[in-house]
């Protein structure tokens, strides 16, 4: 795919990155426990209380949005850590938000909450880490002592979920909370959606219309000063947008690891490092990768395998693939 | 005047003061260099110049106007400023980079527009490095790297250029490159304001130079600021200032010869009356504006009247015979060699 002068998508790369979710989607609507051909999931959008119509449209279409949101908003917020820290190997988790909105989540299990209950108490948290990683590291010069400060409050917060594991039921809530943490779409539902879904849309919106600007990110202080761009302004703005989807994503469906490092890694062997295209990108990709995870983990075996495992699975070697082809 | 700053004086917290009481202006084509030991402030200063440090006290003039109050946006469309050149923290391609710098001119939601490309593959050409524009900044030379970080400078079509040691870790080469870019920008108009180690290069290309040192800064035109009492004060380094003739011209050179303290103040064989009769010739018409005007501005030391310029073969000839200062002949000699298509020489009387 030939790349444009400006940086930006060629034309029939967008077009396949645009198809690219589309087509997972549709492979997703008809592969699982029964097996639909792609007519059939066409009428399926006609309604009716046929066997296609309940499944497509109760069961797997709410479940394929959330995969296809989640996967979009991680690679988001995956390139946008990236850009921040200037750094290809950081994750959405680097501020300390996934672990704060994990320990939220088994905390809402613990109280005995129901779905948008968690939901909520993982949002909270998230925001919470994020709060104290902020304060903490706040008042420094160097952006550094954020990331630091970002990496305590983490560890901080993966002690408070162990504690409350600990505290938890071994005989129902243990095993919730487990199976919550490692990651899995089977509880996601039209509700769940209801206020997992805008703030992740909201904040995947953002960064796709600062995509030029985050190039700024990883330039030392002072270039990025003598751009004219408020550096803090547009820091945080970025911080905001990628740790509200983290928080959003871990309160739907629970730590879902590997995407956030590995689909924007991938896209920048395949677009390079400009914004311009990674973002739009990564957002495709990352949601097409994960829907197609998904559907593996609820269809390979007749149990199903929780997404974390099966990202990384398909995700390491994927990548390794990747990274000895590109020079 | 372009740029000014009124005393400005800057200390980190808890630090004394870096410098203080320091004025000066800089006028549109106008190069002024920051000299100064190790840890003497010359980063420090470009950046409280620009605002990227806050002045502790005093503050910076960009046409008359304090640039604390002028939004970020619109300041540095008119400043621009060319960092050290450092490995990349990001692959990247130049093209990408240069485009960066048109950041100011760029909606805060927006992505670069044709003409935005346009001007930044036309500084690419201006600066002959359009070779390079599909590269990747990890994977050219540090040479090309200055280049491109200028580049991305000038893309934002600025008035004032502040460059950080623009030709430090470079090769002869490209510090030759560079400092002639620097040079020829200027001649276009931009003011440009670079920190330097080389206190030839502040000779050789600055109109005026500032020397920091143990919280004091001098500031003057280079020729009376680089003088081998300075540099022994400032440096705690013995050198000689002195002219290199060269096959066609005069140029200003310095020799650090050995290392003093710094209190030791070396032998006066700048100072001192001298005799020189000078010859200049100039390639051009052009330059005649700028030969009168300096030569009006030492006219108390010219001996007699000066005769016509003679020409011949397409170049003007003039003669002029100085009896002055021997630190202030030198100056004006360097002030006429620094004139584009002017060679100078000089034969010195008996001291």
């Known amino acids: 795919m030939k790349k444009r002068k400006d940086g930006g998508l060629s034309p029939a790369a967008r077009i396949v990155l645009l198809l690219l979710p589309a087509a997972a989607a549709l492979v997703s609507l008809c592969i699982g426990r029964i097996s639909f051909t792609p007519a059939e999931v066409f009428s399926a959008f006609g309604g009716g209380d046929s066997l296609a119509a309940v499944t497509v449209l109760r069961l797997r279409l709410p479940r394929i949005l959330t995969a296809l949101l989640v996967g979009a908003g991680l690679s988001a917020a995956g390139c946008a850590f990236q850009a921040l820290f200037a750094n290809p190997l950081a994750t959405p988790d680097t501020l300390g938000v996934a672990s704060g909105a994990s320990f939220g989540a088994a905390f809402g299990i613990l109280l005995g909450f129901g779905m948008t209950g968690i939901q909520l108490t993982a949002l909270a948290a998230g925001a919470l880490a994020v709060a104290l990683t902020w304060l903490a590291g706040a008042g420094r010069r160097e952006f550094g002592a954020i990331v630091l400060s970002g990496i305590m409050i983490g560890s901080l917060f993966s002690a408070l979920v162990s504690l409350v594991k600990y505290t938890a039921d071994a005989e129902s809530q243990l095993p919730a909370i487990t199976y919550f943490l490692m990651g899995s779409l089977q509880s996601s539902g039209y509700r769940t959606l209801l206020f997992g879904a805008p703030p992740i849309l909201i904040c995947c919106t953002v960064l796709f219309l600062l995509r030029w600007r985050m190039n700024l990110l990883p330039l030392s202080e002072d270039e990025a000063r003598a751009s004219g761009v408020r550096l803090s302004r547009l820091r945080a703005a970025v911080v905001v947008c990628a740790t509200v989807i983290t928080a959003s994503c871990v309160a739907m469906c629970g730590q879902v690891g590997w995407v956030g490092l590995l689909v924007p890694h991938a896209c920048r062997m395949k677009f390079g490092s400009n914004h311009l295209s990674l973002v739009p990108a990564s957002l495709c990709v990352g949601a097409a990768f994960l829907t197609l995870v998904d559907t593996a983990a609820r269809s390979v075996s007749a149990a199903e395998i929780p997404v974390s495992i099966l990202t990384a699975l398909a995700g390491a070697p994927l990548f390794i693939v990747l990274m000895r082809r590109t020079d | ?351």
Not at chain 2, 82 to 87: D, E
Not at chain 2, 225 to 249: K, L, Q, W
Request: aromatic share 4%.
């Open chain 2, 1 to 351: 005047m372009l740029l000014s700053v009124r005393s400005g004086a800057f200390a980190y917290r808890g630090a004394p003061r870096l410098f203080s009481d320091l004025s000066f202006t800089l006028s549109p084509g106008e190069i002024l260099a920051v000299l100064g030991p190790n840890g003497a402030g010359k980063t420090t200063l470009l950046r409280a110049v620009t605002g990227m440090l806050p002045w502790t006290e005093g503050k910076t003039l960009l046409d008359g106007e304090d640039i604390r109050t002028i939004p970020p946006r619109s300041l540095w469309r008119r400043i621009a400023y060319v960092p050290q050149a450092r490995t990349a923290a990001s692959p990247f391609t130049v093209l990408e980079s240069v485009l960066l710098g048109r950041s100011g001119h760029i909606p805060l939601l927006g992505a670069p527009r044709s003409e935005d490309l346009a001007r930044a593959e036309e500084v690419l050409d201006a600066l002959s490095i359009s070779h390079l524009r599909e590269k990747k900044c990890t994977q050219i030379s540090g040479g090309e790297m200055q280049m491109v970080l200028i580049a991305r400078a000038l893309a934002a079509d600025p008035a004032v250029l502040i460059l950080d040691e623009p030709e430090s870790n470079l090769d002869f080469r490209n510090q030759l490159l560079v400092l002639d870019t620097m040079t020829r920008l200027a001649r276009e108009g931009i003011a440009c304001l670079f920190n330097t180690h080389y206190p030839d290069h502040a000779l050789q290309r600055a109109d005026r130079a500032i020397l920091l040192h143990h919280g004091t800064a001098a500031v003057g035109e280079a020729a009376e600021i680089v003088t081998e009492e300075n540099i022994a004060r400032a440096f705690g380094v013995r050198a000689v200032v002195g002219a290199m003739e060269t096959g066609e011209t005069t140029v200003p050179h310095v020799q650090p010869l050995s290392v003093v303290s710094p209190d030791e103040t070396p032998d006066g064989e700048e100072t001192g009356a001298a005799l020189a009769a000078l010859t200049v010739i100039s390639d051009t018409a052009d330059a005649a504006d700028a030969i009168n005007g300096c030569l009006h501005e030492y006219g108390d030391m010219i001996l007699g009247r000066m005769g016509m310029p003679v020409r011949a073969r397409g170049v003007w000839i003039i003669h002029v015979n100085a009896d002055g200062d021997r630190a202030r002949i030198r100056a004006m000699l360097l002030r006429l060699s620094r004139i584009p298509g002017v060679r100078v020489k000089a034969v010195w009387g008996p001291q």
